[in-house]
């Protein structure tokens, strides 16, 4: 495990992909609902109903990082199945996480809880950059929530 990080990424048979030390550093998280889940209607009296269907409420997953060499990310198909150990706190009211979450992750507050989530999601982008004659390269990582 690399100590640089607390991401996490298995594939749907369990191998964990590697990430080497100095692959992954001051990762760029953004974790944003999918606005597709999403379903707000006018009625007729002009106000704004939620429709959403709670099956829906679901995750786009951006991870990014500048480095100075590519982790092994450029054989991960896009549309692969992958599990994600975000490293990201998530906090929300109640007392227990409202999703899967890394074993140990979880504190609960007065009505609230923190966790890191767990995300079975599947790769839709996987772009990498440099600069030649330069030690230094991008890698971003998107992600669709399952």
């Known amino acids: 495990m690399n100590e640089e990080t607390e991401l996490r990424i298995f594939t749907e048979a369990g191998d964990e992909i590697p990430i080497p030390?100095?692959?992954a550093r001051f990762i760029s998280v953004e974790l944003r609902?999918?606005?597709e889940g999403v379903a707000l209607e006018y009625d007729v009296n002009g106000t704004l109903v939620n429709l959403s269907?709670?099956?829906?409420?679901k995750f786009s997953l951006s991870l990014s990082s500048s480095v100075v060499e590519l982790p092994a990310f450029a054989d991960m198909a896009l549309g692969e199945l992958f599990t994600v150990e975000v490293p990201?706190?998530?906090r929300e009211r109640g007392s227990s996480p409202s999703r899967p979450f890394v074993?140990?992750?979880?504190?609960a507050g007065a009505g609230w809880v923190e966790y890191r989530p767990?995300?079975?999601c599947r790769l839709s982008d996987r772009p990498f950059s440099g600069t030649e004659g330069v030690a230094d390269v991008s890698w971003t990582l998107e992600f669709l929530e399952a």
């Open 53 to 57: 269907d709670p099956a829906f409420d």
């Open 118 to 120: 767990v995300l079975s």
């Open 33 to 35: 609902p999918l606005r």
């Open 88 to 90: 990201l706190v998530l």
């Open 21 to 23: 030390e100095g692959t």
């Open 103 to 107: 074993v140990g992750s979880s504190i």
